[in-house]
């Protein structure tokens, strides 16, 4: 099955920067689409922004402008640029990838989180 390893979280100051990564392996891996998604302590996992394969991205409102999601098709890798970071975007980050591995059904698998503290 499809293996998914996000890193890159962090304690950043308010108005910093972050870099997430994930990359999802398997025996031989076809991924459509891929996102991130986070969780803070008593809310629901919220969509932060994905990409598909042919490059076209969504975003929530709440980072337009502030996050950038880029993709590595060959890879199968997924990055999140994140910038002006505010206090409310602390959270556990996600990784989503959408597809399968040979043998396997087409379906959502899912990363372990990474955590992301905005903090002064």
């Known amino acids: 099955q499809v293996q998914v390893v996000e890193s890159g979280g962090g304690l950043v100051q308010p108005g910093g920067s972050l870099r997430l990564s994930c990359t999802a392996s398997?025996?031989?891996?076809?991924?459509?689409?891929m996102g991130w998604y986070r969780q803070a302590p008593g809310k629901q996992r919220e969509l932060v922004a994905r990409?598909?394969?042919?490059?076209?991205?969504n975003y929530a409102d709440s980072v337009k402008g502030r996050f950038t999601i880029s993709r590595d098709n060959a890879k199968n890798t997924v990055y999140l640029q994140m910038n002006s970071l505010k206090s409310e975007d602390t959270a556990v980050y996600y990784c989503?990838?959408?597809?399968?591995?040979?043998?396997?059904?087409?379906?959502?698998?899912w990363g372990q989180g990474t955590q992301v503290t905005v903090s002064s």
């Open positions: 989503n990838a959408y597809g399968r591995d040979w043998g396997d059904p087409l379906r959502n698998y």
């Open positions: 990409i598909d394969a042919g490059g076209t991205t």
């Open positions: 398997g025996r031989i891996v076809i991924i459509q689409t």
